[in-house]
């Protein structure tokens, strides 16, 4: 199954433009957060993505709430996305979990959108074996490097995916990581990036 990955548009309507023109090439959009920035214009990147008809599943960033992006998704008319944090969804016969924000609390205050670990961990709670997981913050020790090279994911992200083994996760939140594919164990792991990146994962379709 081929999906098309993205992450931390942050109002980029340029780059959500060719997400559309290169959405024809998947079976999946996916979407790991943060279209606004600093809680402001959400709908500016969704007005232009709500073009796309393939199935879609989007999580919050730390930019923007659950809430914030739901409401988007209504106001722009995008009918083929699903929203996820702490909740999943099946799509295309693929099982999907999501969980949005800032994970561990990021250093940026107020407006973001953040979890700490132990609330990660419970909006965690419900990934079982599913095949795709979309998170906007990246497992610990991963694709998760800032620009001084410190390791900035989730543990609590990290023992869900070692204990349930996805096939894909998606994840972005650390620019300098954008793009960057790694394995843990029998997971494959990607920081999306805006440019978006088109993977093909073999999975056991039901």
Known sequence: MKFLCFSDLHRNVEAAAKLVENSSDADVVIGA??????????EDTLKV?????????????????ASELENAVRATGWKSAHVLHGTGCVVEGVEFWGVGGGIPVTPFGDWSYDFSEVEAAALLA???SVAVLVVHSPPLDTVDHDSSGQIR?????????EKTQPDLVVCGHIHSDW??????????VLNAGPRGVLIEIDLAVD
């Open 153 to 161: 994911g989730s543990q609590a992200i990290r023992e869900v995916v």
């Open 49 to 65: 993505l709500s073009r796309i008809t393939k199935p879609a599943v989007l999580v919050p960033g730390n930019g923007e709430s």
């Open 33 to 42: 957060g943060d279209f606004a920035t600093r809680r402001q214009g959400v």
């Open 179 to 188: 793009e960057k594919q790694v394995r843990l164990a029998e997971t494959q």
């Open 126 to 128: 419900g990934c079982k």
